[in-house]
Each structure stands twice: as structure tokens, then as C-alpha cells.
């Protein structure tokens, strides 16, 4: 098994997880034509695609998922809640649910419900009968069955989207910095930092810190922030950023 990232951050988010010829797309916040750009870096096509899977409504998520599934008649897996709050039309061929496990080719795929100011977002752990990789981005906190779902993981894509003193002070009116650093927002550094420390990281091989803010937050400060909490070396944290995202990392 392996993943990649297209991109991460408030302009768009798309990773990709591949397991021998099965490719699944989670979100695509991206126009079609850099979503094909970005797709193509790292030598994949849309005709290789077997799934698009949306965690949320948000269009930093979904923006290109409609055209790309279409261009490529490729199928759409989300919530019922999260058809609802598209705004643009996407024929879903498959309904998600939290605490829902399913299966696209050689990927096993388990749903996970978490807190987000969206209609049901979900966050996916992903496994080859091997090895096990889990995405956890887009949640303001966590509970006991997050962190059930994702123990014993080889590798995690987790969200660091915010400093909190840097939220603080900055330019976000009132409402919005009660909003993203809420408990239905975005996981701040520390937090993020405290819920891989709940988890246990000593055998992960890839850990890669996600969705940083470009106003709230500076890569020097969240990886500081995990190596102070963790103990870990910074060389070994992995960072997706917006404009190049992620190359592929295998999962051995």
C-alpha cells in the first residue's frame, strides 16, 4: 500500500491511496484540469481511478469531484449529509456511514464519523490486509471512538491546521476565530499533537502533519510543536503542503 497527496491546505485538498492497480481519490478540491496536472505528477490518469471518496461538503474538498467523476465515470462514495450540502450537482453511487466498513478492489476501508462543522463528515483508515494507513483531517476534537479507530495504524495523515496564538492575534474576525478553533473547527497544533501522543507513534513509519493553515499557522511551528510533545526526530515528520503536496510514500 502507498498514498500521496495532490495538495493540502485551504485551496484544495486531494490524497490519493493506492493498493497494486486500485487508486482511490479521497476528496478533490481542485479545478479538473489540476486535479489532471496534479494527478498526472505522479503518474497516475483518471482512467486509473476506482473511487473518489468525499469526507465533507466543504468546497476546499469537493470542488472538482463532480467533473472529475464524470469525465472519468469514476463513482463517488459519501454521506447522505454531505450529498446534501453539495452545491454543485454529483450523481453519488455509494452512501457512506460512520462506523461503516467497506471494500474497493484491493482496499478495505473503514468509515469514521468526527466533529466538523459540516452536515456528516467522515474520515477513512485504510488497509491492504497488511498494513494500515489512516487520514484524519477536517475534526475541532476528538472522542474515545476516534481514537479506537485509529490505534495500531503504519502510517497517519493528521491534521495540524492552526497555532493557537497565531489564531489569536490575527486578522479573523471574532466569529470565525471561535469557529475554526472550536470543538466542530480545526485541530490546533497542540491538539493534533496530543491525539498522536494518545495514540502511540513509535511504529509508525510515515507520520505527515496536513491541512495547515496559510494565515494561522508556519510549518516550523508545527513540527516544533510535535517534537516537543512526542520526543520524535523532526527530521522523520513529513509535511503535505498546498502547492506540491506529498510524493508517494510506500507502507511496507
Known sequence: MRFAVLGSGSRGNATLV???DTYVLVDCGFSLRE???????????????????????????????GLLS?????????????????RKPVEAGFRLVGGQGLRIGGLGIDVVSVAHDALEPTQFVFND??????????LGSYCPMVLDSYRGLDALMVES????????????????????????GHLNNHQAASLVNELGWQDLQHLVLAHLSSKNNLPHLARQC?????????????????DSGL??????
Request: net charge neutral.
Open 18 to 20: 493506492a493498493s497494486n
Open 35 to 65: 486535479t489532471e496536472r496534479r494527478l498526472d505528477r505522479l503518474g497516475v490518469s483518471g482512467k486509473q481511478l476506482s473511487a473518489i471518496l468525499v469526507t465533507h461538503e466543504h468546497a476546499d474538498h469537493v470542488h472538482g469531484v
Open 70 to 86: 464524470r469525465r472519468y465515470d469514476v463513482p463517488v462514495y459519501l454521506s447522505d449529509g454531505t450529498l446534501r450540502g453539495m
Open 129 to 138: 490486509g497488511r498494513r494500515r494507513f489512516g487520514l484524519l483531517t477536517d
Open 161 to 184: 491546521n492552526h497555532c493557537r496564538d497565531l489564531l489569536a492575534r490575527g486578522q479573523y474576525p471574532y466569529f470565525l476565530k471561535q469557529r475554526v478553533g472550536g470543538d466542530h
Open 226 to 242: 510535535f517534537v516537543d510533545t512526542l520526543g520524535c526526530d523532526e527530521d522523520w515528520l513529513q509535511l503535505a503542503d498546498q
Open 247 to 252: 510524493d508517494w510514500r510506500e507502507i511496507a
